[in-house]
């Protein structure tokens, strides 16, 4: 395991990356570091802590959204004849992952009020 020292919203941090993942660890950084920079430079969020936790529901959003349009791009898989019933059975709808998503960030955004919005 290799230590590699980087700063996120000016500070310093140590952190542990398995060999040769280097290059995908500080892309990452890169990633949190201009989601945390962009909404403290917004002026409207101060701790470091919401910052963070902003930056990072951003960011899943972002890859759940991601998925959402990848899932909804891929082909349907074949049915079987042996299906089963229950939830496990239920195909995946991209639509409504997105509705529980868009659910959730309001449901954030009126917990945080004036402090700021996530999106």
Known sequence: MKQIEVQILQ???????PEGHESRLLEAVER??????????AGKVRS???????AALNLAFDIADREA???????????TQTQTSGPAS???DA????QRLQSLVQRLD???????RLL
């Open 11 to 17: 500070q310093s941090y140590l952190l542990s990356c």
């Open 32 to 41: 949190v570091d201009t989601a945390m920079t962009r909404i403290r430079d």
């Open 48 to 54: 470091r802590e919401r910052i963070a936790v902003l």
């Open 69 to 79: 349009t990848d899932l909804a791009a891929a082909p349907a898989p074949q049915a």
């Open 90 to 92: 239920l195909p995946l």
């Open 95 to 98: 639509s409504t992952d997105s």
């Open 110 to 116: 009126e917990a945080l009020g004036d402090d700021g």
